[in-house]
C-alpha cells in the first residue's frame, strides 16, 4: 500500500510566521503534488513537482513555495503566513506516466492567526 | 473559471437505494477522470477512474459513466450503505504531454446516507 505521510495534522501559526509543511511518499513516486481544500472550492493546486529539484506552479501558487530535495521528500513553504493562508493543506503523490490515480496524505489542517 | 463543477453540495439517500453524483466539464482536453470519496479530517481516498475512450467503468457498487458529448460524468453507488456518508469529489486530467497527471477538481458533494 502506498503511504503519504504529512508532518503534522493541526498547526497553528501566527501572521507573518515563515511556515513548512512536510510531505513524504514512500513508494518511489515521480510526481508530488499540494493542494488546499476550502468549504465550496474543492481541492486547488498549489504546487507540483514531476521529479527531484523540479516544480511548476500550480494554479494558486501566490504566497508559496515548495522544495524537492529528495524523491520521497516535498516541502510547502509558506513564506510569510498570513489570515487567508488558514486552510486544509493535503499532500499528494503519483507514478509516473499516463493514467495513474493521486495518494493523497492525511492533510494539514493549518490556522493562521 | 471553473472547469470542473459539481452543481449539487449535498445529496441524501436511504440505505440500499441507488445515489448518483453528477459532475460536469468544460476542457475538452481532458480524458482521464476519477472519484474520491473522502472522511473528515483524512485525506482522499480514490475510489474509480475511467478512460475517455470508454463510457462505463464498473468497481463492485460503484459505476462510473462517462457522456463525452455532454461533458458529464456521474458515480452510480447500488446499493447505498451508511458507512458512504462522506464528500465526493470528481477529478479530471489529461493524460498526455506534460500534464504530468495534474487533477483539476470539483467542489465535492456531501452524500448522506440515512439507514
Known amino acids: 500500500d502506498v503511504k503519504v505521510t504529512q508532518s503534522s495534522r493541526y498547526l497553528v501559526k501566527r501572521t507573518g510566521e515563515k511556515v513548512f509543511l512536510e510531505c513524504v511518499q514512500d513508494?518511489?513516486?515521480?510526481?508530488m503534488f499540494w493542494y488546499r481544500q476550502d468549504p465550496g472550492l474543492g481541492l486547488r493546486l498549489i504546487y507540483f513537482?514531476?521529479?527531484?529539484?523540479?516544480?511548476e506552479k500550480g494554479d494558486i501558487p501566490e504566497g508559496y513555495s515548495v522544495s524537492r530535495e529528495k524523491k520521497e521528500r516535498f516541502s510547502l513553504i509558506l513564506e510569510s503566513a498570513s489570515t487567508n493562508q488558514t486552510s486544509m493543506y493535503l499532500c499528494?503523490?503519483?507514478?509516473?506516466?499516463?493514467?495513474?490515480?493521486?495518494?493523497f496524505g492525511p492533510g494539514t489542517r493549518l490556522t493562521v492567526t | 473559471d471553473q472547469q470542473v463543477k459539481q452543481n449539487s453540495p449535498s445529496l441524501s439517500v436511504q440505505e440500499g437505494r441507488i445515489s448518483i453524483l453528477n459532475c460536469d466539464y468544460t476542457?475538452?482536453?481532458?480524458?482521464?477522470f476519477l472519484w474520491y470519496k473522502k472522511y473528515p479530517a483524512e485525506g482522499p481516498t480514490f475510489l474509480i477512474s475511467?478512460?475517455?475512450?470508454?463510457d462505463k467503468n464498473e468497481d463492485g457498487r460503484f459505476t462510473v459513466f462517462l457522456n463525452k458529448s455532454a461533458k458529464h460524468l456521474s458515480l452510480h453507488i447500488v446499493p447505498s450503505q451508511p458507512g458512504d456518508s462522506a464528500v465526493y469529489f470528481c477529478?479530471?486530467?489529461?493524460?498526455?504531454?506534460?500534464?504530468?497527471?495534474?487533477?483539476?477538481f470539483g467542489q465535492g458533494t456531501i452524500l448522506t446516507v440515512h439507514p
Open positions: 513537482s514531476y521529479d527531484v529539484k523540479m516544480k
Open positions: 477529478a479530471a486530467s489529461r493524460t498526455g504531454g506534460t500534464s504530468y497527471g495534474k487533477l483539476t
Open positions: 499528494a503523490s503519483r507514478r509516473g506516466g499516463a493514467a495513474y490515480e493521486q495518494y
Open positions: 475511467i478512460s475517455s475512450i470508454k
Open positions: 476542457n475538452s482536453m481532458f480524458d482521464y
Open positions: 513508494m518511489d513516486h515521480e510526481n
